[in-house]
């Protein structure tokens, strides 16, 4: 596609439901990167992919975010027994290679968490 | 803690004038910088990067300067159009961190006729 595409674009779900974000970078990008953007703030880095391995998952909050990126290309942000501190917007970025300038960000998930 | 600093939550400017946005940064070990623009219920575009060997890069309306005995940047637009008017983030990476951005707060940019 033309751009980094994200689904849903708004997600309300009841505190412990767990959820499924989804992203779709731009095809042949090789980094993807998950950010998490609370409200008034900037984009906090969650987890890092280069091709299909996760290299740096140190900005999980806690072990209810798992993030995979199966075949190299399309990833998934799931977030179990949601709690209402996770509702944020999860931006998704990609690039086609490493520090290779400005990425590309999606325009994310707002994920409310009620 | 934050490594990377707006302090200036919002700025309002006129249009045809310049508008200069600060950033300041903890961590000695960036060593590239970048600001993005953020409209609304969007994510973040990228506008423009430095990286630590140069001091100043321009492109266009955008130039962004880099004081690294300071540890402060700041981004300058000139002229500043309606069109600006948007959310600024400060990004910066180090080199051992995948291409991982710390970013700051923002600034929102209200440019007014």
């Known amino acids: 596609g033309a751009g980094v595409s994200q689904s849903p674009r708004y997600k309300v779900a009841k505190r412990g439901q767990d959820v499924a974000l989804r992203c779709d970078p731009i095809s042949g990008h090789v980094s993807l990167f998950w950010y998490q953007q609370a409200l008034g703030q900037g984009p906090e880095f969650l987890t890092y992919f280069q091709n299909e391995a996760q290299l740096d998952k140190s900005g999980l909050p806690s072990d209810r975010f798992f993030a995979e990126r199966p075949e190299g290309s399309v990833s998934t942000l799931k977030i179990q027994r949601t709690q209402q501190e996770d509702s944020a917007v999860y931006l998704c970025a990609s690039s086609l290679a490493l520090n290779s300038g400005g990425y590309t960000f999606g325009s994310g998930t707002r994920l409310t968490v009620v | 803690d934050q490594q990377v600093k707006q302090n200036s939550p919002s700025l309002s400017v006129q249009e045809g004038r310049i508008s200069i946005l600060n950033c300041d940064y903890t961590n000695s070990m960036f060593d590239y910088f970048l600001w993005y623009k953020k409209y609304p219920a969007e994510g973040p575009t990228f506008l423009i990067s430095i990286s630590s060997i140069k001091d100043k890069n321009e492109d266009g309306r955008f130039t962004v300067f880099l004081n690294k005995s300071a540890k402060h940047l700041s981004l300058h637009i000139v002229p500043s159009q309606p069109g600006d008017s948007a959310v600024y983030f400060c990004?910066?990476?180090?080199?051992?961190?995948?291409?991982?951005?710390?970013f700051g707060a923002g600034t929102q940019v209200v440019v007014t006729p």
């Open positions: 990004a910066a990476s180090a080199p051992d961190s995948w291409g991982k951005l710390q």
